[in-house]
């Protein structure tokens, strides 16, 4: 198995589609965003035409008012990947959601969770707001604070939940690194400027493709209450440019400064992992270091 790892607009996707035309493979997507139904602009879904007659799994399966739920994630992945195996070709997961990667590839229970607690919280969220409660989280779990946005509630409701309900911090409930499946698992990366520049146009490109349309159709299918869907880079920054609380520019501008932070956390949490090997995403060898790291 091959898994393809690293940096918003970094060129995962290009490299997963060489990839799998050159191994006879098929792509698992892990990207959190993706698998919503109707989100394709701002999270630079492939068409189908730009997919090149490769097959992808699990893109367009939640609606926008579903909740992002990673163990759900796990267990259709993995039913993909083994389908994948059983009829010979090649998985590729490819993505760069890190907690969605790793419950893949990883031996990964998931805490339960407690209908209460949960709902208290999240009431709570909605009354004094995600910051007030990211306060809270550094004082009970440093570690889990500073690996969460503070405008991430869900997040935050989550790690206080099972802090709550084991007693533990939530980094402890996560577990020591054990393979679940053998994989070769590739980063691509670019230097910092030449991303922040791709970064830039592509978000120029998401509104000049339509992102605004885009978003206005799903309103009535319920983003603004898609506890996930409505924060996704690119959606919020629309929904406010929408409701007249940015301007067109200030609501670009703010995508791109969130996209590049959030790039940062992507590296933070995949140089962490010695497993993988980085290749430069601009080299015009890309692919063939690739395949070489494939065997």
Do not use: C
Request: aromatic content about 6%; proline content about 5%.
């Amino acid at each position: 198995m091959i898994t393809v790892v690293g940096p918003t607009a970094a060129g995962k996707s290009a490299l997963s589609l060489d990839l799998a035309r050159e191994l006879g493979g098929e792509v698992v997507n892990a990207d959190s965003m993706q698998l919503y139904r109707g989100m394709d602009i701002g999270t630079a879904k492939l068409t189908l035409g730009e997919r090149e007659g490769v097959n992808h799994h699990l893109l367009d399966i939640w609606d926008v008012t579903v909740p992002a739920a990673v163990a759900e994630y796990q267990g259709l992945a993995r039913a993909a990947i083994d389908d994948i195996h059983a009829r010979g070709r090649v998985p590729l997961l490819v993505g760069g959601s890190g907690l969605y990667i790793r419950a893949v590839l990883e031996e990964f229970e998931f805490p339960g969770t407690d209908p209460a607690i949960r709902a208290r919280l999240e009431e709570e969220l909605a009354r004094v707001g995600p910051e007030e409660m990211h306060d809270r989280l550094r004082s009970r779990d440093p570690m889990a604070a500073g690996k969460i946005l503070p405008s991430n509630g869900r997040r935050i409701v989550r790690a206080l939940e099972v802090i709550e309900m084991t007693g533990q911090p939530f980094t402890a409930s996560l577990p020591a690194p054990t393979p679940y499946y053998p994989s070769v698992q590739i980063g691509v990366d670019r230097e910092t400027g030449a991303l922040d520049e791709r970064i830039a146009l592509r978000v120029e490109l998401m509104w000049a493709a339509g992102l605004l349309d885009e978003v206005r159709a799903l309103i009535p299918q319920g983003l603004r209450e898609g506890r996930t869907a409505s924060r996704a880079l690119g959606y919020q920054q629309a929904l406010a440019e929408i409701d007249g609380e940015m301007t067109n520019e200030e609501a670009k501008a703010d995508t791109v400064r969130g996209t590049r932070r959030f790039v940062r956390r992507q590296r933070s949490w995949f140089r962490r992992d010695p497993s993988i090997t980085w290749l430069d995403g601009g080299s015009p060898t890309l692919l063939a270091d690739a395949l070489a790291l494939t065997g």
